[in-house]
């Protein structure tokens, strides 16, 4: 069930206050605005809290990128319409490749999940970014506990004589568990995660409708659309 616009207002303001957004800089910028484009404006800011709350409960935050990088632009209004665009940044790493963990990707021999994504090859090119992008999320991840053995089983003098040979052998094993990683990936597929879609059904389905409906005193026609771009797109 759609928020009220008190509960959209307290969240909204406190999600403001944590991206450093001065609370009485919001209230200025949106001093002018009348009921109806201030809940607009408020909705837009509770669909980018519910698409970080689906990716921390899906446990798909890694360095952040898709849940951080959101972005709102002002109510855009003509005589017969009110819009407003919500999304990551065009051209943007996240704009490219948000779709695919949202909807997920058909896998090459397994033929699921259902997306209209899909895998052409079972195998992956180990100089692409699939398998670039594994490598730097195994190291992230593998990091920690390398920092703390490095803390209590070596000392300084042996860190400092670890030899070019034994980094090289290192890269060369994420870059081999890496292709591996790929490899799976593209055959079983990436499954869906609706992180973004199920955002939009909660922040702007039928109850929003109504609310909006009640705030203008007649029936309204609610368009969700894509804008197009490079590879697929999210706003």
């Not at 949106?30 to 809290?49: H, K, M, Q, R, V």
């Not at 991840?141 to 703390?148: D, I, V, Y």
């Not at 040979?165 to 094993?173: A, G, H, L, Q």
């Amino acid at each position: 069930m759609a928020k009220s616009r008190q509960q959209l207002q307290a969240e909204s303001l406190s999600y403001l206050e944590k991206l450093g957004v001065d609370r009485a800089e919001f209230e200025t910028a949106t001093a002018g605005l009348d009921a109806l484009e201030y809940y607009l404006t408020l909705s837009a800011a509770n669909f980018i809290l519910k698409v970080r709350e689906n990716l921390e409960a899906q446990g798909k935050v890694d360095t952040g990128g898709l849940s951080e990088n959101l972005q709102q632009t002002a109510v855009s209004k003509t005589k017969t319409s009110l819009s407003i665009s919500i999304g990551y940044e065009k051209g943007s790493k996240q704009a490219k490749y948000y779709d695919f963990v949202n909807k997920g990707v058909k896998g090459y021999k397994s033929g699921s999940p259902n997306s209209k994504y899909s895998f052409k090859a079972d195998r992956p090119n180990p100089n692409k970014d699939m398998v670039f992008n594994i490598a730097k999320w195994l190291r992230r991840n593998a990091s920690l506990g390398r920092r703390e053995d490095s803390r209590t089983l070596i000392t300084a003098t042996q860190r400092k004589r670890k030899t070019l040979s034994t980094m090289v052998d290192e890269n060369k094993r994420f870059k081999s568990f890496a292709f591996a990683v790929a490899k799976s990936i593209k055959q079983k597929g990436l499954e869906k995660s609706g992180y973004f879609d199920d955002a939009i059904k909660y922040s702007f389905g039928a109850d929003f409708s109504k609310t909006i409906s009640k705030l203008i005193g007649r029936d309204i026609q609610l368009t969700v659309k894509s804008i197009a771009q490079d590879v697929n797109n999210n706003r």
